[in-house]
């Protein structure tokens, strides 16, 4: 099984924040492959389907951002998905608005949602979508500034990165996730 996990805050007053963005992309997803998440599982909301030959699973964890991987390790230890069987999406400080930067390992980088999971999983190494949010300008501090919502003139962008995040998504359902990183980063 394949699992693709986009990271957010449940509730209304985070559903259109820069936090939030990886909710999106597996809406975006949910609505194309015609998997809806209905299950409900270690406060995550989910959905399962067999797109092609493959089985994959599109997850929200509902535990709040800080404490992401106290939903996604026990569904993965749930549903025996490896390590390697896994992209998460998320929110990126250090990207400018919509740019898209795939990464099979990495560190935190100060994101609590990836801290948590580093630690929950006791490894780096997963794929990653992370999505450009860019830094607040205005002396805003950074936990307001993720809680915030994109500026109009951003949206265009954002909905472009969340279109190219989602095919980035389908392309790893039948390529590798180096092949998917050489056509997608950057983008």
Not at 5 to 27: C, M, S, W
Not at 128 to 143: A, E, Y
Not at 146 to 164: G, H, I, Q, W, Y
Request: a neutral charge.
């Amino acid at each position: 099984m394949k699992m693709i996990v986009g990271l957010g805050n449940p509730g209304k007053q985070y559903e259109a924040t820069r936090h939030n963005i990886g909710f999106h992309v597996i809406d975006e997803l949910a609505n194309r492959l015609n998997i809806p998440l209905t299950q409900s599982k270690f406060n995550g909301m989910y959905g399962i389907s067999h797109i092609g030959a493959e089985k994959v699973m599109l997850l929200k964890p509902l535990t709040y951002m800080n404490l992401s991987g106290e939903c996604i390790v026990p569904m993965m230890d749930y549903f025996d998905v490896e390590d390697d069987q896994m992209i998460v999406i998320y929110d990126d400080l250090d990207l400018q608005v919509g740019r898209l930067r795939l990464r099979q390992k990495g560190s935190a980088g100060g994101h609590n949602g990836i801290k948590s999971l580093i630690q929950h999983l006791g490894t780096q190494e997963f794929n990653r979508v992370r999505i450009g949010i860019d830094r607040p300008t205005n002396g805003m501090k950074v936990p307001d500034y993720v809680l915030s919502r994109f500026t109009e003139e951003e949206k265009a962008n954002v909905v472009d990165a969340v279109k190219k995040s989602a095919n980035a998504c389908e392309a790893w359902l039948s390529k590798s996730f180096l092949e998917v990183m050489n056509i997608y980063n950057g983008a």
